[in-house]
């Protein structure tokens, strides 16, 4: 039976590592062509591209705050085909996240990259969305509902995403555009390497891993267009409640 996925024309932001690099290798799997985008162009070349070993996956070399390089790159993907889908994964933090560390341009940095990238993405690719009758996921996170440690910069920028989503998703119903916010709980990507105290192997091992969020990403697209996953809530079992504190301890 063939993929629901199969020869869908999709687009990754954040794709050089963590939950873009999981979702870009699990699309590629279920016969998508995938635009992967990142900042990095070493890693998008030796790392990402042979994903698609069938020359599914393209790589771009673009940072998702540059508005003019985007355009330019949604404009140039339309030609050949439009957008069905796109998933806005790329995101940072700060090591010096707490409010009185904070300074101005850090503030601006991350809100930057976490919220405005993913309006810079969604703003771009709205034109083909509407005519494919697409479907957006945006990362957002469990942060952006209950306080923890990962620093009042990245959870306004987190809640500002999911703010984003639910007013672009009550705009553009008329037009057959579905959107989805994904709200993860920690993942074992990179970030976790920014946090003031990185956590241990043990955490990380329980932790959710990048495939598990990837993998939910997937099924949210592959739905009928009769369905759509508003918001989905995914958190490793041992947080089980979210908000929480993990029993492991530390400081997230």
């Not at 920028?157 to 994904?182: D, I, M, P, Q, Y």
Request: hydrophobic letters at 45%; glycine letters at 8%.
């Amino acid at each position: 039976m063939a993929s629901a996925l199969a020869d869908r024309v999709v687009l990754v932001t954040g794709a050089t590592s963590g939950i873009g690099f999981a979702t870009v290798r699990v699309l590629a799997d279920e016969g998508a062509r995938v635009h992967a985008i990142g900042r990095r162009r070493e890693v998008l070349e030796e790392r990402v591209r042979p994903l698609g070993r069938d020359g599914s996956v393209a790589v771009h070399a673009v940072d998702v705050t540059d508005e003019e390089s985007v355009q330019r790159l949604v404009t140039d993907i339309g030609s050949q085909h439009p957008l069905d889908a796109v998933v806005c994964s790329a995101g940072t933090n700060l090591i010096e996240r707490r409010l009185d560390q904070l300074t101005a341009d850090s503030w601006r940095h991350l809100v930057e990259t976490n919220l405005t990238g993913v309006f810079t993405i969604v703003h771009a690719t709205l034109r083909q969305l509407r005519r494919t009758r697409g479907h957006v996921v945006v990362l957002s996170s469990v942060s952006a509902a209950w306080p923890d440690f990962t620093g009042p910069a990245y959870q306004a920028s987190k809640a500002g995403v999911l703010a984003f989503v639910r007013g672009a998703a009550v705009e553009e119903h008329a037009n057959g555009v579905r959107f989805t916010a994904v709200l993860p709980g920690m993942v074992n990507t990179e970030l976790l390497d920014r946090r003031p105290n990185p956590p241990s192997e043990q955490m990380r091992a329980l932790a959710l891993q990048p495939e598990d969020v990837a993998t939910a990403i997937v099924q949210v697209l592959s739905l009928p267009p009769r369905c759509c996953v508003a918001e989905l809530t995914i958190v490793p079992t041992i947080m089980q409640s979210v908000g929480s504190v993990p029993p492991f301890g530390g400081q997230r």
